[in-house]
């Protein structure tokens, strides 16, 4: 068992690393107390990975890491969401990645005896990388496989990297998630069922994690425009059809993303590390008064749940 503590590798903390956020008070994540920060979503979200960028690096790392053991672990600055413990690196030596999964934003290897639970948070990124490869700022985690290393880098610190004994879906954060977008439970028929006698603005059920994970504020966006429903429009108020209508648009969304990824792939998780985004050219996030791609009419902007939403006045009803 080994716990590598570089000594002239990296300050014990990154110099160059951001400012945090404001923090807004206390939440409990598993067995750690950690301060909760919270970002300005918007300065962030655009960059940030969603759902399609988190499964393209479950899939870019899965054939470096499955089947393979960890020989140590390298923690820089365990100052993550939630801090990792001095622990985590006697816990993961020697345990084999017997598969590597996804649950919402989640990565997960599953070590037999328990997992690692990765967040990529506002600014993560994995990367499968020679032994030996200098670190840079930011690189806060490596996950040591012999020869080859798992990279976590996150300038901004809101991704974590959590053991969890048992199953993953066991942990607070995953327990009460819903389902997946890209999964057979969601369908027009199940948001038919989980918008009944519900006012809230679909779009902000869309977002809300509880009911599906993984739709983030500019898909929610992308697939209302692409369904012809207004973001404001009460979630309980929609048809069968339109629900029907709306569940393909996400699916279409996230997959059209995901093709994208896929063929950048090998470059970001080999090479430089640069998650980037996978966004497709957006037909109105973000593009506040400039003409719908489909019908001219400018594009509008409005506050929901403190978060920006964009949408034709006129192809969206
Ligand atoms: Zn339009």
Request: hydrophobic share 35%; net charge positive.
């Amino acid at each position: 068992m080994q716990f590598i503590r570089p000594a002239n590798d990296i300050d014990s903390h990154c110099p160059t690393c951001p400012p945090t956020s404001r923090r807004i008070g206390t939440a409990r994540a598993g067995v750690h107390f950690a301060t909760f920060i919270v970002a300005d979503p918007q300065e962030t979200e655009k960059a940030m990975p969603e759902l399609p960028e988190v499964e393209i690096t479950r899939r870019g790392i899965e054939p470096h890491v499955l089947g393979r053991r960890i020989s140590s672990v390298v923690v820089r600055d365990s100052r993550l969401r939630w801090p990792i413990p001095d622990s985590l690196a006697r816990t993961l030596t020697s345990l084999k990645v017997e598969a590597v999964r996804r649950r919402a934003k989640y990565l997960i290897l599953e070590l037999g005896k328990g997992c690692l639970i990765i967040h990529l948070g506002m600014s993560g990124s994995l990367r499968v990388l020679n032994t030996g490869e200098r670190a840079l700022p930011h690189d806060h985690v490596d996950i040591v496989f012999g020869d080859a290393l798992l990279r976590f880098r996150d300038p901004r610190r809101f991704g974590c990297v959590i053991w969890q004994a048992g199953k993953a879906e066991q942990h607070p954060l995953l327990r009460q998630l819903g389902v997946e977008p890209l999964g057979t439970e969601f369908s027009g028929h199940f948001l038919h069922r989980a918008t009944r006698n519900r006012k809230v603005a679909i779009k902000q059920l869309l977002m809300n994690q509880l009911v599906v994970v993984g739709v983030g504020n500019i898909y929610a966006s992308e697939s209302l425009f692409r369904a012809g429903i207004r973001p404001q429009t009460r979630a309980g108020r929609l048809s069968r059809e339109r629900c029907i209508t709306l569940a393909g648009a996400v699916v279409d969304t996230l997959q059209e993303s995901l093709r994208a990824g896929g063929s950048s792939l090998r470059d970001y998780v080999q090479s430089n590390g640069e998650l980037g985004c996978f966004q497709l050219q957006t037909m109105v996030y973000d593009r506040a008064g400039a003409p719908c791609r489909r019908c001219s009419t400018p594009i509008k902007e409005l506050r929901q749940g403190q978060r920006s939403t964009f949408y034709c006045p006129s192809c969206q009803k």
